[in-house]
């Protein structure tokens, strides 16, 4: 049974960073596309980074370019999501997730920016 657990969150104030990890098992990451999702309370869920399967290919929303990064360790099985500049907008519960096809998809953890 294939597995994603996501950790690395927490409270950070505006302008800090913070580096989440998702580790996958149970099925070979290195076979799939994986990605950054989050949900902030009364909103949609979106996707903030996307990498395919070998990592050389991205792609992230407007609203994070330029200060987030993802990347994978494929020999680790593990996707990672570097956030710098963090503001109050990004607080949210950030999911990691198979691409595009959310086969599998962690239970969260949660990103919390405030002073």
């Known amino acids: 049974q294939g597995q994603l657990v996501e950790s690395g969150g927490g409270l950070v104030q505006p302008g800090g960073s913070l580096r989440l990890t998702c580790a996958a098992s149970?099925?070979?990451?290195?076979?799939?596309?994986m990605a950054w999702y989050r949900q902030a309370p009364g909103k949609e869920r979106e996707l903030v980074a996307g990498s395919t399967p070998g990592g050389r290919s991205t792609i992230y929303a407007d609203s994070v370019k330029g200060r987030f990064t993802i990347s994978r360790d494929n020999a680790k099985n593990t996707v990672y999501l570097q956030m710098n500049s963090l503001n109050v907008e990004d607080t949210a519960v950030y999911y990691c997730?198979?691409?595009?096809?959310?086969?599998?998809r962690g239970q969260g953890t949660q990103v919390t920016v405030s002073s």
């Open positions: 149970g099925f070979t990451g290195s076979s799939y596309g």
């Open positions: 997730s198979t691409f595009p096809v959310p086969t599998y």
